[in-house]
T-cell receptor, first 113, second 112 residues
Framework: GDSVTQMEGPVTLSEEAFLTINCTYTATGYPSLFWYVQYPGEGLQLLLKATKADDKGSNKGFEATYRKETTSFHLEKGSVQVSDSAVYFCALRVRQAGTALIFGKGTTLSVSS | DVKVTQSSRYLVKRTGEKVFLECVQDMDHENMFWYRQDPGLGLRLIYFSYDVKMKEKGDIPEGYSVSREKKERFSLILESASTNQTSMYLC???????????FGPGTRLTVT
C-alpha cells in the first residue's frame, strides 16, 4: 500500500547548521507531497507542498523537491534557527484514494544556540 | 484565517466511560478528519467525513465512531474508553481534495 518513510530522529543541530530530513514514499498513483511542522504544544501546520514531479516547494527558508525517479521529497534548510525546533512530518495524498493524508512517523529536530 | 478548534486540550477519563471529542471549523470546509498521534507511529487516520452525515473509516476505526450532524462540527466518540486509547487526538479540515488540511491544537486524552 501507499506509505511514507522518514529518517528517524531526533536530529540535533547547532544554530546556522544545514538541515536535511529524508523522506521517501511508495504510492500507486501520482501523489501530492507535503511537509507539515508541529511546534511544541500545537497542532500541525503546512510547511510546504509539491503536486507534481520536479516541483519545488519552499517556505520560511525550507525547501523540498519532488523527485519521481527516486520517489523522494527531502526537506532542506541552509541555516537552521532555534525557533525551527519542532517535529516535522512528511505526507502524501494519492488523488484516486480521496483526500486523506498518509503521514510518516515524524522527525524531531532540536536546534541549540 | 482558518480556525479549527477542539473542545479540550487535556482530558482524563476512566476505563469504560463514553468519551466525546468535539471539533469545530469556521471556514465552511467540506472535509473533516480525525487522527490519532502516538510516539514512533506518527499520525494515523481514524475516520473522515466528506459531507454532513457522511463518514468513511480510516486505518484504525476500531473502538471509535463519529458523528457529523452539521457541516462545521465533527465529533469523535469512544463508546467504552480503554487504556490503549490514551493518545493525542488531532482534528483537521479541508475545503476539498485539492486543498491543504488545517489542524486543530489537539486533545491529549488519558484513560486510566
Amino acid at each position: 500500500g501507499d506509505s511514507v518513510t522518514q529518517m528517524e530522529g531526533p536530529v540535533t543541530l547547532s544554530e546556522e547548521a544545514f538541515l536535511t530530513i529524508n523522506c521517501t514514499y511508495t504510492a500507486t498513483g501520482y501523489p501530492s507531497l507535503f511537509w507539515y511542522v508541529q511546534y511544541p504544544g500545537e497542532g500541525l501546520q503546512l510547511l510546504l507542498k509539491a503536486t507534481k514531479a520536479d516541483d519545488k516547494g519552499s517556505n520560511k527558508g525550507f525547501e523540498a523537491t519532488y523527485r519521481k525517479e527516486t520517489t523522494s521529497f527531502h526537506l532542506e534548510k541552509g541555516s537552521v534557527q532555534v525557533s525551527d525546533s519542532a517535529v516535522y512530518f512528511c505526507a502524501l495524498r494519492v488523488r484516486q484514494a480521496g483526500t486523506a493524508l498518509i503521514f510518516g512517523k515524524g522527525t524531531t529536530l532540536s536546534v541549540s544556540s | 484565517d482558518v480556525k479549527v478548534t477542539q473542545s479540550s486540550r487535556y482530558l482524563v477519563k476512566r476505563t469504560g466511560e463514553k468519551v466525546f471529542l468535539e471539533c469545530v471549523q469556521d471556514m465552511d470546509h467540506e472535509n473533516m478528519f480525525w487522527y490519532r498521534q502516538d510516539p514512533g507511529l506518527g499520525l494515523r487516520l481514524i475516520y473522515f467525513s466528506y459531507d454532513v452525515k457522511m463518514k468513511e473509516k480510516g486505518d484504525i476505526p476500531e473502538g471509535y465512531s463519529v458523528s457529523r450532524e452539521k457541516k462545521e462540527r465533527f465529533s469523535l466518540i469512544l463508546e467504552s474508553a480503554s487504556t490503549n486509547q490514551t493518545s493525542m487526538y488531532l482534528c483537521a479540515s479541508s475545503k476539498d481534495s485539492n486543498y491543504e488540511q488545517y489542524f486543530g491544537p489537539g486533545t491529549r486524552l488519558t484513560v486510566t
